[in-house]
């Protein structure tokens, strides 16, 4: 029944993803996620004036590198798309939070996540902190209202709270995907923002999907280090873990619906043995009663429409 119901959905709780390419005038379908696009600035501006009038106000925005090297060093440039997008978005739409990612795996030649250096081949933690402190300086300074580094590497959160606080923002806020497990539902992400590592996988460091506590460690680090929002990553599969970070620490806690997620249902619906609507909004409501108080999906513009 409707009035004794636990869990309500609102749109607040919802904030849309987005891949930014340059360019102008682009709108590119991406095969691996159905209905979504990759847009460059000037379409992405008229892209969420449009989500706006619909009433989602956050975007997570991942920018697709136009030439990757070594050491991912686009990334951090003032004139990636990534960067030209926010500040075009902060010029032209007002009441917009903006969140972006920060890794390298989109920039780098090898598809890691960090820079990767000797043989064999191992990712260089501490260098990578250092370039991802870079980039979301980068990012802040375009004006996004929050960071959202991704790439777990030990210590970046606390890099990036100190380059903020060293250089006058402050004022901005830190998501961090602190629980992010290695999991085979990013795939058709990787095919987005063609991230696929080159070699070997991302194991040694994102989260072994048999653990459950280490959570709750990786959690309780990055709230040490000033983070403003933790994350779960993914949320359908981890859903116990999403109900235990809340418990532990009462914090604002926001869960990742992956790209694997959404094209399973995309694919089901493709097929014609699910109603769509309803099982989105069952699975939206779920993340939320397992505990989490944002929701970071795919599905967050069509849901829109539905919620209200
Ligand atoms: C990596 C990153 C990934 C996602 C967001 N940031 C995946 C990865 O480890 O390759 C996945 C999001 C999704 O699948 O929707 N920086």
């Given at each position: 029944?409707?009035?004794?119901?636990?869990?309500?959905?609102?749109?607040?709780?919802?904030?849309?993803?987005?891949?930014?390419?340059?360019?102008?005038?682009?709108?590119?379908?991406?095969?691996s996620?159905?209905?979504?696009?990759?847009?460059?600035?000037?379409?992405?501006?008229?892209?969420?004036?449009?989500?706006?009038?619909?009433?989602?106000?956050?975007?997570?925005?991942?920018?697709?590198?136009?030439?990757?090297?070594?050491?991912?060093?686009?990334?951090?440039?003032?004139?990636?798309?990534?960067?030209?997008?926010?500040?075009?978005?902060?010029?032209?739409?007002?009441?917009?939070?903006?969140?972006?990612?920060?890794?390298?795996?989109?920039?780098?030649?090898?598809?890691?996540?960090?820079?990767?250096?000797?043989?064999?081949?191992?990712?260089?933690?501490?260098?990578?902190?250092?370039?991802?402190?870079?980039?979301?300086?980068?990012?802040?300074?375009?004006?996004?209202?929050?960071?959202?580094?991704?790439?777990?590497?030990?210590?970046?959160?606390?890099?990036?709270?100190?380059?903020?606080?060293?250089?006058?923002?402050?004022?901005?806020?830190i998501?961090?995907?602190?629980?992010?497990?290695?999991?085979?539902?990013?795939?058709?992400?990787?095919?987005?923002?063609?991230?696929?590592?080159?070699?070997?996988?991302?194991?040694?460091?994102q989260m072994?999907?048999?653990?459950?506590?280490?959570?709750?460690?990786?959690?309780?680090?990055?709230?040490?280090?000033?983070?403003?929002?933790?994350?779960?990553?993914?949320?359908?599969?981890?859903?116990?873990?999403?109900?235990?970070?809340?418990?532990?620490?009462?914090?604002?806690?926001?869960?990742?619906?992956?790209?694997?997620?959404y094209?399973?249902?995309?694919?089901?619906?493709?097929?014609?043995?699910?109603?769509?609507?309803?099982?989105?909004?069952?699975?939206?409501?779920?993340?939320?009663?397992?505990?989490?108080d944002?929701?970071?999906?795919?599905h967050?513009?069509?849901?829109?429409?539905?919620i209200?």
């Open positions: 029944m409707n009035r004794v119901a636990q869990t309500r959905l609102s749109l607040k709780d919802l904030i849309m993803p987005y891949f930014v390419v340059s360019g102008k005038n682009k709108q590119q379908p991406i095969h996620l159905p209905g979504l696009y990759r847009f460059s600035s000037d379409n992405l501006v008229k892209e969420i004036k449009e989500i706006k009038t619909q009433g989602i106000s956050k975007v997570l925005l991942f920018g697709k590198a136009e030439h990757k090297d070594a050491e991912g060093s686009e990334s951090f440039s003032k004139d990636g798309a990534l960067q030209q997008a926010v500040r075009m978005i902060k010029e032209k739409i007002k009441g917009i939070t903006v969140i972006t990612d920060v890794c390298l795996c989109g920039y780098t030649l090898s598809g890691h996540c960090g820079i990767v250096k000797g043989s064999p081949r191992q990712i260089d933690n501490d260098r990578t902190v250092k370039v991802l402190a870079k980039i979301a300086s980068s990012h802040a300074q375009a004006g996004a209202d929050l960071v959202a580094p991704s790439a777990m590497m030990d210590g970046q959160v606390g890099a990036i709270r100190k380059m903020f606080d060293q250089h006058g923002f402050g004022s901005r806020g998501l961090a995907y602190s629980a992010k497990y290695c999991s085979n539902f990013y795939g058709p992400f990787r095919d987005a923002l063609d991230s696929r590592p080159q070699f070997s996988d991302r194991k040694t460091y072994d999907f048999r653990n459950s506590d280490q959570a709750l460690k990786e959690i309780k680090a990055d709230i040490s280090q000033g983070a403003d929002i933790v994350m779960v990553k993914p949320a359908l599969a981890y859903l116990d873990i999403i109900r235990r970070a809340k418990d532990n620490f009462k914090f604002p806690l926001a869960a990742y619906n992956v790209s694997g997620e094209a399973m249902v995309k694919q089901m619906a493709k097929a014609g043995v699910i109603k769509e609507k309803e099982m989105i909004l069952e699975i939206l409501t779920a993340i939320k009663r397992a505990g989490a944002l929701i970071i999906t795919y967050a513009k069509e849901a829109a429409k539905w209200k």
